[in-house]
């Protein structure tokens, strides 16, 4: 069929034509927007999963609802080689530079120049304006250069601005795992105090398994903030990730070949995007059958080796892959680190530095002490496809 108008859509974040099985976290976070409006807050929302679920895809979702409501938001991705700090600033000038106009209300103009302020503490040579004059304007005091101190400013600063538009403020982070330790706890600190004072303001995280361990690390009261486990999408409503996308370019699929496609997907969301998209690509007609689903799944898994699973593969050491082919043997359900030393023929202690870079690049991560699970699902089977060096 026509490849211009193939309805699936692989890559990391990209909005599916049909968002399905994630309606409790999506209800979390209207809901929280509409309790925000009536001054009430709730606590962050934490999606936490391995790789390929759609942890990004509704954190992005996240945005646009409040974009929607005409709130202040600021998405960003930690982990990408700034600070906090610098992500925080640069990801606030857009929305602030939207709204930013000399007859704004007392509280916004305020909120501007404590951004600014908060901008000139990380970057002395940038210069916002926003085409104000703000001497005599009351604000700033975010460049003390303690995180804590600064970020809280900011936060409490905005959000005020917001209440006063009538709207809210969010920020939302993904790979938050990837955060330093004290960026962590400055966060937490930020988002409680927030919630205990009722700011207009809301926080969405995502990340790996392992992000509400980190959280509760940082600060014990992060325990107490809304959590959602996102995995593979439901077997009563995966179907419709396929079929709802063909439906709207006039095509349909067999059950037999639907039932295909979700088998090798293993219901996770990235996977289904990619046998759907090779599916679509080599079928001859608007119904969808069964044999070119198979050819649609071989051509799937191609895809998927040379790009999804290879560019993670390839950003280990030789070291670092002989550690992962030592777990593989195990599958997806997570190795004991003992047991892994044991088939390399080594002490455990001795692996330690090399199951730090691992978990440091975000190929696998510790559910449990002394326990090890690739961040990637189906990176087991890969390995067993790769010929032994």
Not at 32 to 54: A, C, F, K, M, N
Not at 173 to 200: K, M, R, S
Not at 302 to 327: I, S, V
Not at 360 to 387: C, N, W
Request: charge should be negative; hydrophobic fraction near 40%.
């Amino acid at each position: 069929m026509d490849p211009v108008r193939n309805p699936y859509s692989p890559g990391a974040g990209r909005k599916p034509a049909a968002l399905v099985g994630r309606d409790k976290a999506l209800k979390a976070w209207a809901t929280s927007i509409e309790r925000t409006r009536i001054g009430r807050t709730d606590q962050p929302v934490i999606l936490y999963g391995l790789r390929g679920v759609g942890k990004t895809v509704l954190l992005s979702e996240f945005r646009r609802n409040a974009a929607k409501r005409d709130w202040i938001v600021a998405q960003i991705e930690a982990g990408a080689g700034k600070t906090l700090r610098e992500l925080v600033g640069e990801a606030l000038y857009a929305p602030l530079a939207d709204i930013a106009r000399a007859s704004a209300g007392k509280r916004l103009l305020k909120a501007i120049k404590t951004a600014l302020s908060f901008k000139a503490s990380y970057d002395t040579n940038g210069i916002w304006s926003f085409g104000l004059d703000l001497d005599g304007t009351p604000g700033g005091g975010a460049d003390t250069g303690i995180l804590d101190t600064d970020l809280k400013k900011l936060i409490h600063d905005l959000a005020e601005a917001a209440e006063e538009e009538g709207v809210g403020l969010a920020i939302l982070i993904d790979e938050a795992q990837d955060l330093d330790p004290a960026e962590l706890i400055t966060l937490c600190t930020v988002a409680h105090a927030a919630a205990q004072d009722n700011w207009a303001v809301l926080f969405g995280f995502a990340g790996l398994p392992s992000l509400p361990r980190i959280l509760a690390e940082a600060k014990s009261y992060a325990e107490r903030f809304e959590y959602f486990k996102i995995e593979q999408i439901e077997e009563d409503v995966v179907s419709e990730a396929l079929s709802i996308p063909a439906a709207q370019e006039d095509a349909t699929w067999d059950d037999e070949a639907i039932e295909l496609v979700v088998a090798a997907s293993g219901r996770y969301p990235y996977f289904l995007q990619q046998f759907g998209q090779e599916t679509w690509n080599v079928a001859s007609g608007p119904n969808i059958r069964a044999a070119e689903a198979q050819l649609g799944i071989l051509q799937g898994y191609n895809q998927l080796d040379n790009g999804f699973f290879r560019a993670r593969w390839d950003r280990a050491t030789p070291a670092e892959q002989a550690y992962l082919r030592a777990m593989a043997p195990d599958g997806d359900a997570g190795s004991s680190s003992g047991e892994v030393a044991g088939r390399m023929n080594k002490k455990p202690k001795s692996l330690g530095p090399t199951r730090a870079n691992l978990i440091s690049k975000g190929l696998v991560y510790a559910p449990e002490h002394g326990v090890v699970a690739f961040t990637v699902p189906g990176m087991a089977d890969f390995i067993g496809r790769q010929i032994d060096p």
